[in-house]
């Protein structure tokens, strides 16, 4: 069973940076991050493929956030800057044992099969 573990949430203000660390208990194919917001469904942030050759972001963090990983070290980090309060939520990594795409997979949270219990981020002044 594949174990996934979040790291780096915190409060943060407006314009401010975090850096997110997703650590897998293996070798993951492709892997993503996810958020949920109070009373929002689960939504797509950013995914990558197995080699990190291939990365999809959704529409309203291209350009803020960064996707990376780093087989070595079974992690998969999240380097986001100009924080939004819209960006506040739960933020999950999830992996898949599908073949599919990574643009597939965070658009359809469902296709995931491993979850990591979350880190909370809050954006605030």
């Known amino acids: 069973q594949l174990q996934l573990v979040e790291s780096g949430g915190g409060l943060v203000q407006p314009g401010g940076s975090l850096r997110l660390s997703c650590t897998t208990s293996r070798f993951t194919l492709a892997i993503g991050w996810f958020r949920q917001a109070p009373g929002k469904e689960r939504e797509g942030v950013s995914c990558i493929s197995a080699a990190g050759s291939s990365t999809y972001y959704e529409d309203s963090v291209k350009g803020r956030f960064t996707i990376s990983r780093d087989n070595g070290k079974n992690t998969v980090y999240l380097q986001m800057n100009s924080l939004k309060p819209e960006d506040s939520g739960v933020y999950y990594c999830?992996?898949?044992?599908?073949?599919?795409?990574?643009?597939?997979?965070?658009?359809?949270?469902?296709?995931?099969?491993?979850w990591g219990q979350g880190t909370q981020v809050a954006v605030s002044s």
């Open positions: 999830a992996a898949t044992h599908r073949i599919t795409t990574v643009q597939a997979m965070c658009v359809s949270p469902s296709l995931n099969d491993y």
